[in-house]
Antibody, heavy 117, light 109 residues
Framework: QVQLQESGPGLVKPSQTLSVTCTVSGGSISSGGYYWSWIRQHPGKGLEWIGYIYYSGSPYHNPSLKSRATISVDTSKNQFSLKLSSVTAADTAVYYC?????????WGQGTLVTVSS | QSALTQPASVSGSPGQSITISCTGTSSDVGGYKYVSWFQQHPGKAPKLMIYDVNNRPSGVSNRFSGSKSGNTASLTISGLQAEDEADYYCSSYTSSSTLFGGGTKLTVL
């Protein structure tokens, strides 16, 4: 059974870069067949797609994030990561990693990242 | 690209059926057979309930069904149960991104 687990700092200062990592267990990212995604949910709000990556391909990012988001994959660690630059309070959210590009069939539990000085 | 449009809330009594709509455009919902539905209980991660418009993952009750007509997709829940009370989100693939609906809160009366 594939499991995903997010890890991150919890608190990030405004203007800094937010970094969160998703560790995949029970299966290999490099075995192919799936995209790996980041999704966030602002407190009390709906879901927002951030982007996805294939283990061997280029990432796709939500244009609304205006090039602040960068998704990468480390197959040696079976992890994929999100970096979000120049954060503001509006980036405070629960960040989820998930398997899939639109049909997200496996999710991590989510990690709350708060942007505050 | 704008989010897909869902009603903010729907309600129904136990045993009844309800339908949640998800309206997009010909560039997303109407253009692809790639619509999914998710259930989210408070404090939990979303759970995939329907994919590719009308397919159920293994383990999801057959009380959940999906359909699509034009630019609008729908999720129908029959035989409502108390545990169905949750938020529901649709998603759609597009050529350059993935869109979510704004979410619908289902209340079981």
């Amino acid at each position: 059974q594939v499991q995903l687990q997010e890890s991150g700092p919890g608190l990030v200062k405004p203007s800094q870069t937010l970094s969160v990592t998703c560790t995949v267990s029970g299966g290999s990212i490099s075995s192919g067949g799936y995209y790996w995604s980041w999704i966030r949910q602002h407190p009390g709000k709906g879901l927002e797609w951030i982007g996805y990556i294939y283990y061997s391909g280029s990432p796709y990012h939500n244009p609304s994030l205006k090039s602040r988001a960068t998704i990468s994959v480390d197959t040696s660690k079976n992890q994929f990561s999100l970096k979000l630059s120049s954060v503001t309070a509006a980036d405070t959210a629960v960040y989820y990693c998930a398997r899939g590009a639109y049909d997200f069939d496996m999710w991590g539990q989510g990690t709350l990242v708060t942007v505050s000085s | 690209q704008s989010a897909l449009t869902q009603p903010a809330s729907v309600s129904g009594s136990p045993g009844q059926s309800i339908t949640i709509s998800c309206t997009g455009t010909s560039s997303d919902v109407g253009g692809y057979k790639y619509v999914s539905w998710f259930q989210q209980h408070p404090g939990k991660a979303p759970k995939l309930m329907i994919y590719d418009v009308n397919n159920r993952p293994s383990g999801v009750s057959n009380r959940f069904s999906g359909s699509k007509s034009g630019n609008t997709a729908s999720l129908t829940i029959s035989g409502l149960q108390a545990e169905d009370e949750a938020d529901y989100y649709c998603s759609s693939y597009t050529s350059s991104s993935t869109l979510f609906g704004g979410g619908t809160k289902l209340t079981v009366l």
